[in-house]
């Protein structure tokens, strides 16, 4: 929000104001009021213990703002990214061009367990593999934006991006009507217009019959799955709500059965289809995939998409876009280093102090290492799992965060922020005007995930 | 629809409607508690429990029959099938799968109702809050069912429907037949004020005591009370506006015209009989044997639901 020590930034000045006039009396009855509302809607995690009531992830009343000159370059910058993420799909399970031209290692792809051999020699409509792409972006500077990770199987957090705008419009429609905030509740139809333009080669229906694959009420991110599915006023299925007949797939209803044509999943590849993934899984359709490719389904995202943002791929990138788009990366990777290669690993080990280390196959902000902030108990424990397994982790510096005005028990604080906006590819490529904020409510924390504590804001993209 | 998204549906009202006939139960036994109980009387909580369907397993967790545990058993216990607890716990667990089919509305008329008694059950109860807890359950109830009007009307809506009149028709004819079997009283109490007062603790727990009033001169009478209770077409809980119900929502779903009539084949007797009988033919023949046989039937209707649409 602040330009330096003490001037705020134009477009901020508003919001400044705006908190200038609320008492804490104000923010208390409003902080109240959002969390009745999320736990209204039923926006919660559900958590493995199961007497326990369903948490809500906190919710920041101060928004984070974006100008539009700012979003248009994050936009161009996004949306470059998930075009090459595609194509480096389609080629590595085609032909093979970026191995042969040298520039990724064939042992990194091929070696991976998210790589899907079944996967070779078919291509999804479109070349489509990522439809859905979720960037995850962090901020350095005024224009130092940097892209900390992609998600390209089934990214979450769309449903907060779109709920959190509902309760801010709610609570503070004034805010609204002075300042020229971009809609962006047009997110579900966009999907769904980009699932229906992924329809297979032998859908017959001019309006495709999508549906969205859950693996039920147990997953942590159920409430988004029939959010978005009552948004796109499509079925939300579970596996045994689908059966394959001949070379089709087909949904239990009280009509008998209905042909599917696109299955957005939100479930893992090895939950696809116990006939070719995996055989102890009980959950699943049989032959699934071989209607997928026969071209009587279409899976949204293909199987095998993971391999793109498998974090020893995410390196390769920026090479990615100048190989397959011929262009200059927009956006930047963070600087990286690969233990699995000699040379780096052992300047990893030498740095550790000012490193960030992460399991390759990590997520959700466990199993990592802020070398800064650690013991030095945890960093020896480290540098043991580095020396004993380096190709399961990468290292990064630790960036540092842009911070973003929170309200701390009713006082304006900083706090670190980063941001995850969704990329959609189908007929044509898009990007949400807006997306998700999350925020580290810790003081001086780093992490911003959900499961250790971090927040989540509403984020503004100014109009033109 | 899917026949998963049926069943669900079928089964929130179901449960949704359980929840409002436990509540009003337990608002039978208490106001039968406030008033002295005579010898020849059976236990008015163990009436209720017998009820609900519950006494079994209550005898299984208690050794007396005392009003808190009965209160607490019916209302909170999570071991109850039928408590009310497990029945907005289940509703609402189903909503969660279904909210796609219905409106937001619905979703947070059902959503609110389990965020509430999440709170009631954390609070400690006493024993004069046992009004509260029904009055606050028939609120929820009523806010659920308003909250279907602005439903579009396809076949989801009539399961909805299809679910609340089966469990309504099955509670209302329970209740009918405590009253007679497990309420009555030595027979030179037939008649008796006694007896009349228990038969209007029954209408006031079916909220249909003014509604009698209206809809019938002159004394309460056992005879009167079956009548408006099984016969009246008027009265939203008999058992006939139940059965019209049942067959006015099954013939309305546009999905699968042959298995609709396979069902309504199997309803239709039921239906032409409760039209055309007479309640003194019932009383002559057996009230008792009348509703044990009616039940029978709705629970083989309900049957061929799940095997029809839900497989």
């Given amino acids: 929000m602040y330009q330096s020590e003490s001037v705020i930034r134009n477009h901020y000045n508003n919001i400044n104001d705006w908190l200038d006039q609320m008492t804490s009396k104000v923010i208390l009855e409003k902080n109240a009021e959002a969390e009745t509302h999320f736990r209204n809607i039923g926006i919660t995690f559900s958590t493995n213990n199961e007497t326990a009531r369903e948490r809500i992830i906190p919710f920041d009343l101060i928004p984070r703002i974006f100008t539009y000159t700012e979003w248009l370059r994050l936009e161009r910058g996004v949306i470059q990214r998930a075009k090459a993420l595609n194509a480096f799909l389609a080629d590595i399970y085609n032909q093979g061009e970026i191995i042969k031209a040298n520039i990724i290692p064939k042992e990194i792809i091929y070696k991976k367990k998210s790589f899907e051999p079944s996967m070779f020699g078919f291509s999804p409509p479109r070349d489509i593999y990522s439809p859905i792409i979720g960037i995850d972006l962090v901020r350095t500077g005024p224009n130092d934006y940097f892209v900390l990770e992609d998600n390209c199987r089934t990214p979450s957090g769309v449903s907060y991006m779109l709920e959190n705008r509902e309760i801010m419009m709610r609570m503070f429609p004034d805010l609204f009507h002075n300042n020229r905030v971009t809609p962006i509740d047009d997110y579900p139809t966009r999907l769904l217009q980009t699932l229906m333009s992924l329809a297979p080669i032998k859908c017959e229906n001019p309006e495709p019959v999508c549906v969205l694959l859950t693996p039920g009420p147990l997953n942590s991110a159920y409430y988004e799955h029939s959010f978005l599915s009552d948004q796109m006023g499509i079925e939300m299925v579970e596996s045994t709500d689908l059966f394959v007949e001949g070379k089709y797939l087909y949904m239990k209803t009280v009509d008998g059965p209905k042909r599917v044509d696109v299955v957005y999943r939100r479930i893992d590849d090895d939950f696809l289809d116990p006939l070719c993934f995996n055989p102890q899984s009980v959950i699943g359709i049989p032959g699934i995939m071989d209607v997928y490719r026969t071209g009587g389904v279409n899976i949204c995202s293909a199987p095998g998409a993971g391999i793109a943002d498998d974090k020893a791929i995410y390196i390769y990138v920026p090479e990615m876009i100048k190989f397959y788009l011929g262009e200059q990366p927009i956006l930047d990777n963070v600087e990286t280093w690969n233990c699995e290669k000699e040379q780096e690993l052992k300047y990893v080990l030498a740095n550790i102090n000012e490193l960030v280390v992460k399991e390759v196959d990590g997520s959700g902000g466990y199993g990592m290492l802020i070398g800064p902030k650690s013991s030095k108990s945890s960093i020896d424990e480290f540098k043991t799992k580095l020396s004993t397994n380096p190709k399961g982790y990468i290292a990064q510096p630790l960036l540092d965060l842009s911070f973003s005005p929170t309200l701390i028990k009713n006082q304006v604080e900083g706090r670190r922020v980063d941001l995850r906006p969704f990329c959609l590819i189908g007929e044509q490529a898009q990007l949400s005007s807006g997306g998700l904020t999350r925020v580290a409510m810790n003081e001086g924390s780093f992490v911003v995930n959900s499961s250790q504590g971090g927040g989540v804001k509403d984020t503004w993209v100014l109009a033109e | ?311």
């Fill in chain 2, 1 to 311: 629809m899917l026949s998963r998204t049926a069943e669900y549906l079928y089964w929130i009202s179901r449960y949704m409607e359980r929840a409002e006939t436990t509540a009003r139960l337990l608002d039978v036994g208490y106001r039968m508690s406030l008033f002295p109980n005579p010898s020849g009387y059976n236990n008015e909580w163990e009436s209720v429990l017998s009820a609900a369907g519950a006494i079994e397993g209550y005898k299984n967790k208690y050794d007396t029959i005392e009003q808190k545990n009965v209160e607490d058993y019916l209302f909170f216990d999570e071991s109850n099938p039928s408590s009310v607890y497990n029945c907005i716990l289940n509703a609402r667990n189903n909503a969660l799968v279904v909210r796609t089919s219905f409106t937001p509305e619905s979703w947070l008329a059902i959503n609110k109702t389990y965020q509430e008694i999440l709170n009631l059950k954390e609070q400690k109860f006493t024993k004069s809050d046992l009004p509260g807890l029904t009055e606050w359950t028939i609120e929820q109830v009523n806010l659920f069912r308003g909250s279907l009007s602005s439903l579009l009307r396809n076949d989801g809506y009539n399961f909805l429907f299809l679910g609340l009149f089966i469990e309504r028709a099955d509670n209302s004819a329970r209740l009918l037949d405590v009253k007679y079997f497990v309420l009555l009283p030595k027979p030179q109490y037939v008649g008796g004020n006694i007896d009349n007062m228990q038969w209007s603790i029954l209408l006031r727990s079916l909220s249909s005591f003014r509604a009698f009033r209206w809809a019938y001169d002159g004394n309460i009478t056992a005879t009167k009370i079956a009548d408006f209770l099984v016969l009246n077409n008027n009265c939203p809980r008999s058992l006939s506006f139940c059965i019209q119900n049942i067959v006015k929502h099954l013939t309305n779903l546009t999905c699968s015209p042959e298995k609709v009539g396979r069902i309504y084949n199997n309803l239709k007797d039921l239906n032409t009989k409760i039209q055309e009988e007479k309640i003194e033919t019932i009383v002559e023949y057996g009230l008792h044997q009348f509703v044990t046989q009616f039940i029978r039937k709705i629970s083989s209707v309900d049957n061929e639901i799940h095997k029809e649409f839900f497989n």
